[in-house]
């Protein structure tokens, strides 16, 4: 079972803004950078965001992330039905000394 | 191109064992921490065990502590996984995926393709 909480699913029309939350504790989110990964149908995951915020070479500005606390966000601005896959928060977490993954949100495009 | 292939993949049965590998090229293998994940069908990832850039410090979730055996040839460019008594539980589909810097930081930027274990009797 996992640390980091994330809603299970998630939806929007084109063109909307879909935000993911991730909540966690001290021991991950709340000492440790986070990164979140897209997961298309089939396919291995990709790195989405790096260090909280920041985003790979290749990755649309649409996909943003922040961090408060001990919880996470992914949002997505200006949906695209390419957009509709699984994405996942993960962070390193000191008290079981290993890295962990949210729970998933399966994200819908209407 | 920098690439992950995983192989070794398979139908075990519950008590087995079984080693993955794990074939990079493309980078310098020899710079980067390692890491496998995993994906039980129709779930979500979950990260197995991962390995320093030298071999000298490896991490292993609970799930996989006392059973399984992440290590490294970088004179071969592999990474490998050895699962000894093995659980219906465990299969899933193994990933292997590579660090985006030479330090730890969870971010993977690489991932194989993945390889099938299945451990059904």
């Known amino acids: 079972q996992s640390v980091l909480t994330q809603p299970p699913s998630a939806s929007g029309t084109p063109g909307q803004r879909v935000t993911i939350s991730c909540s966690g504790s001290?021991?991950?989110?709340?000492?440790?950078?986070i990164n979140w990964y897209q997961q298309l149908p089939g396919t291995a995951p990709k790195l989405l965001i790096y260090?909280?915020?920041h985003r790979p070479s290749g990755v649309p500005d649409r996909f943003s992330g922040s961090k408060s606390g001990t919880s996470t966000s992914l949002a997505i601005s200006g949906l695209q039905s390419e957009d509709e896959a699984d994405y996942y928060c993960a962070a390193w977490d000191d008290s079981l000394n290993g890295y962990v993954f949210g729970t998933g949100t399966k994200v819908t495009v209407l | 191109e920098v690439q992950l292939l995983e192989s070794g993949g398979g139908l075990v049965q519950p008590g087995g064992s079984l080693r993955l590998s794990c074939a990079a090229s493309?980078?310098?293998?020899?710079?980067?921490?390692m890491s496998w994940v995993r994906q039980a069908p129709g779930k979500g990832l979950e990260w197995v065990s991962g390995i320093s850039d030298s071999g000298d410090d490896t991490y292993y979730a609970d799930s996989a502590k006392g059973r399984f055996t992440i290590s490294r040839d970088n004179s071969k460019n592999t990474l490998y996984l050895q699962m000894n008594s093995l659980r219906a539980e465990d299969t899933a589909v193994y990933y292997c995926a590579k660090e985006m810097w030479r330090g730890w930081s969870g971010a993977f930027d690489i991932w194989g393709q993945g390889t099938m274990v299945t451990v059904s009797s």
């Open positions: 001290s021991s991950n989110i709340g000492r440790n950078t």
């Open positions: 493309g980078f310098i293998f020899s710079d980067y921490p």
């Open positions: 260090s909280d915020n």
